[in-house]
């Protein structure tokens, strides 16, 4: 067991941003910033309902998930080119590797687009060759999760991993996201079975504004090696139990939980119960270009909102590695170059 050096309170905001770390809940179309998407809606000749970046920056006000879900399919209508989902994966993993994250999974979102009449391969083709020039240039490795939009059917969730398998190499896992409530995850129990039989990692968004029973099904039904958000566990003993035993990640996102109203609050997140409890936390910017910054920003302020320490950063990270879809030597690896940063920061080098 890695013993944590001692570290100055001061200091912990910036071991947090230097620390190496991986983000597993980022919907990639939710990093698209409004000059992006003023940009985009130029090239591509889109009209938006906005008239400048600082009009559609107001509109991002909400007062839960479906009032955020409508802005954000809104700011998607501008992707329509393979390079503007390129462009927008580009920005997110510049952003990422100066926050020093070493491993990002990214969420997207085909039927966003598909519905639209763009193609799969216009989608995954662009994600992919942003994630493939992040390894060689920026130092981040970076794989895909094709989210299914829970309030569409699973008859469209089927036609999309149809439409999806000739990219088969291209993406690693499937995730289920969009509005949660009246949408149980055994609505999707037969697709995940499907996904599952050919061999991608499953994940799903459960408990955020959803009761524990989804977090229930959602690894019951849909066998989730990860529950995306899962802060409502905690209202249910049996299942901090079976999250715990288990060992499943929850990955957390404090920012947009307070921007949706789950909590009031980041001095009312509940991370540090869910940490006490024994749970593999992490820490996720979920939507940041809607829900006020990137990860770094989120470990920052959650810290100084709540009192979590040293200890905590050290467990959040490598809970993150530990979490992540990478094999045990790459896991290995960035656990090494975690020690190694917190050794750097500790108070007897001075
Ligand atoms: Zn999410």
Redesign the pocket.
Known sequence: MFKIPHISPARLPELLRRMPKAEL???IE?SLEPELIFALAQRNGVSLPYPDVESLRRAYAFTNLQSFLDIYYAGASVLIQEQDFYDMAWAYLQRAAADHVVHAEL?FDPQTHTARGIAMETVVRGLHRACTDARAQLGVDATLILCFLRHLSEEDAFATLEQALPLRDLFIGVGL?SSELGHPPEKFARVFARCRELGLHLVA?AG?EGPPAYIWSALDELKVQRI??GVQALKDPALVQRLAQDRIPL?V?PF?NVKLCVFPDLASSNLAQLLDAGLAVTI?S??PAYFGGYLNDNFVQTFAATGLNAHHAYTLARNSFEASFVTEAQRHDWEHQLKAVFESFSEHDF
């Open positions: 809940h980022i919907h939710g969420f996201d968004h955020e995306d958000h990955t996102c947009s996720n979920d939507d």
